[in-house]
């Protein structure tokens, strides 16, 4: 199904652009970054890189049926070209023309942790009612939210936006072309703390979303966070007084909030949802009482989009994890927590409160968290101390931060069952011996640390 029409004439003027041959009324029928890719009708975005240019890659999608090449200088080519001077920030002008061609609920979603899940909890509660359009994959920056923008369609009702940075004027960027009539926020945490300073600089650059946020539109924040709870949406921006704040979490004072919680292990949490007079039983079918917190975003955005509580109930126990997000694997020797996907202390500490509610012999395999700044060392040394006093049996900490790590445990239970390896690899000679018949298993670390690896070798014991 192609794109709402956009001609080449169109383009070039949203984009600032001139257009060099081709017809101005010859439409695009798609976007495309990937000379890989099938482009046929597509307008092909030739992104300069140090190792690859896309403009090496102009002719060959012009001989393949491209329509248009967006490129930042004139080149010989065999078919039309619109030319910018900065093809970023021109596919950016042009995202945000595109989104303006759609009158539908915008969701968008921040936070230093839980973003994905949190948007597929609201996908899967919005999808019980309306079609809906979400990112993919990790296709939520600069790059890779205008592709998300451009894959929205005419029978798309609602469009669910994860929106992530790592410096300031980045949120300020993904804002001004995704337009979200409702921003949620989950946690503001130590993600990218090494470029944005501290937590209330995580704030400032995440709250850059509510300045372009739709100006009677609703702000949703977890409750539990203690800089996000008593922040008023003026407090970020003033001329934004008519956006709504709602709360979620588990504490009292909570607009949405979760009781009656119960850690069914590999089947999930089960929790009463209750806002206003609704209160719903539901099981949340994915490892983690953290998911608590997606569950209950998504019923305040379900809520305010019309949803009935049976409706949101449903939704939640539809919810299917992305990948890499605390996956479990049983084998007839361990039952392995997958959660390599990402790292950072926020995160750590959940998965770890979750994996010492199990039942048995509990082993968390915890690697490096980067991107922490000039904290790093003591953070790791912190997260250590929260993982001794957190009744998970034993930790084995790899990677040469992990380092910290150990000692963080070492110094707050010296008693405690703990190994530390310098790297990845060295671990993953090691734990065959470390672990016993039925112990359950958490694998964490940042993505650079490749764990899945140590995953892979574990399903094969």
């Known amino acids: 199904m ?3 029409p956009i001609s080449l004439a169109k383009a070039a003027q949203v984009m600032g652009g ?34 690859v240019d896309g403009h090496d890659f102009v002719s060959d999608v012009h001989q393949r049926d491209a329509v248009c090449a967006l490129v930042e200088r004139e080149i010989d ?7 910018v001077d900065s093809t970023l920030r021109a596919i950016r002008d042009l995202a945000a023309y595109y989104r303006s061609l759609f009158d539908i609920p915008v969701i968008g979603i921040t936070g230093s942790v839980g973003k994905t899940g949190t948007k597929e909890m609201i996908a899967a509660v919005l999808a019980t009612k309306y079609s809906v359009h979400k990112t993919e994959g990790n296709f939520n920056n600069e790059i890779g939210t205008p592709m998300t923008i451009f894959g929205l369609r005419e029978h798309h009702q609602v469009f669910v936006a994860e929106m992530g940075i790592s410096d300031f004027g980045e949120m300020a960027r993904l804002t001004e072309m995704v337009r979200p009539d409702i921003a949620v926020f989950t946690i503001i945490g130590y993600a990218h703390i090494e470029f944005l300073g ?5 704030l400032k650059a995440k709250g850059e979303m509510v300045k372009c946020l739709n100006p009677d539109g609703l ?10 709870r008593p922040l008023k949406v003026t407090d970020l921006y003033p001329e934004q007084a008519g956006v709504k704040k709602l709360i979620y ?13 119960v850690n069914l292990g590999e089947n999930g949490v089960s929790c009463t949802l209750c806002w206003g007079d ?7 079918p994915v490892f983690g009482e953290h998911m608590v917190y997606a569950a209950l975003a998504a019923a305040a955005v379900g809520a305010a989009l019309g949803l009935s509580p049976a409706e949101i109930a449903r939704g939640i126990e539809s919810f299917t994890n992305a990948d890499k997000r605390s996956d479990i694997f049983k084998t007839d020797f361990l039952t392995i927590i997958d959660d390599s996907y990402n790292a950072n202390p926020t995160s750590v500490e959940a998965a770890i409160t979750a994996l010492a509610k199990l039942p048995g012999r509990r ?8 991107e922490l700044g000039t904290d790093c060392h003591k953070l790791h040394h912190e997260l250590g101390a929260f993982a001794a006093r957190s009744g998970v049996d034993c930790i084995v900490c790899a990677g040469p931060l992990s380092e910290h790590t150990y000692r963080g445990v070492k110094d707050t239970n010296p008693d405690l069952q703990a190994w530390y390896f310098p790297d990845k690899d060295t671990a993953l000679e090691a734990l065959p011996a470390l672990l016993q018949q039925g112990d359950q298993v958490l694998v964490k670390a940042s993505r650079s640390g490749r764990f899945e690896d140590i995953v892979t070798a574990l399903r094969g014991l």
């Open 2 to 4: 192609h794109m709402k």
């Open 18 to 51: 001139t257009l060099v041959g081709g017809g101005p009324s010859t439409e695009i029928q798609q976007v495309v970054m990937d000379s890989r890719r099938d482009v046929t009708g597509a307008l092909f975005v030739a992104i300069p890189g140090n190792r």
């Open 77 to 83: 080519a065999s078919g039309p070209l619109i030319v």
């Open 198 to 202: 501290s937590r209330e600089g995580v």
């Open 219 to 228: 702000f949703i924040a977890n409750g539990d966070d203690d800089i996000l």
């Open 249 to 261: 979490g588990l504490t009292p004072g909570n607009d949405y909030r979760a009781e009656h919680i």
């Open 278 to 284: 609704a209160a719903i039983d539901v099981t949340i």
């Open 363 to 370: 082993v968390a395999v915890i690697g490096d968290m980067g």
